[in-house]
């Protein structure tokens, strides 16, 4: 099994950064892609940000494209997100994921962490 567990969000103010963290432990396969999806209240779950094991391979959401950075250090086995330039339409849940391909599909991904909260106010 692979464990799945974020840190890192919080409430900030339009405008400011947060940066989210995402631990991998258990039997994580190599070669893995990790992304990032959120959901907001009433909202079904979007797609993010990707990354591939190298991190030759990244991929963004056309809503945060230029505001947001995805990195790994697979010596740690984490995943972050660096979010700047916050807006109050960023506000959900975020969630990391994990899986054998990178897609923009929720459905493609094999292990979800349990989310944490990023509020921005207007």
């Known amino acids: 099994q692979v464990q799945l567990v974020e840190s890192g969000g919080g409430l900030v103010q339009t405008g400011g950064s947060l940066r989210l963290s995402c631990a991998a432990s258990?039997?994580?396969?190599?070669?893995?892609?990790m992304g990032w999806f959120r959901q907001a209240p009433g909202k079904e779950r979007e797609f993010v940000a990707l990354?591939?094991?190298?991190?030759?391979?990244?991929d963004y959401s056309g809503s945060v494209k230029g505001r947001f950075a995805i990195s790994r250090d697979n010596a740690k086995n984490t995943v972050y997100l660096q979010m700047n330039s916050l807006k109050p339409e960023d506000t959900a849940v975020y969630y990391c994921?994990?899986?054998?391909?990178?897609?923009?599909?929720?459905?493609?991904?094999?292990?979800w962490g349990q989310g944490t909260q990023v509020a921005v106010s207007s």
């Open positions: 994921a994990l899986g054998a391909v990178g897609s923009d599909n929720s459905k493609a991904w094999s292990y």
């Open positions: 990354i591939s094991w190298s991190g030759g391979i990244t």
């Open positions: 258990g039997r994580t396969f190599s070669r893995n892609f």
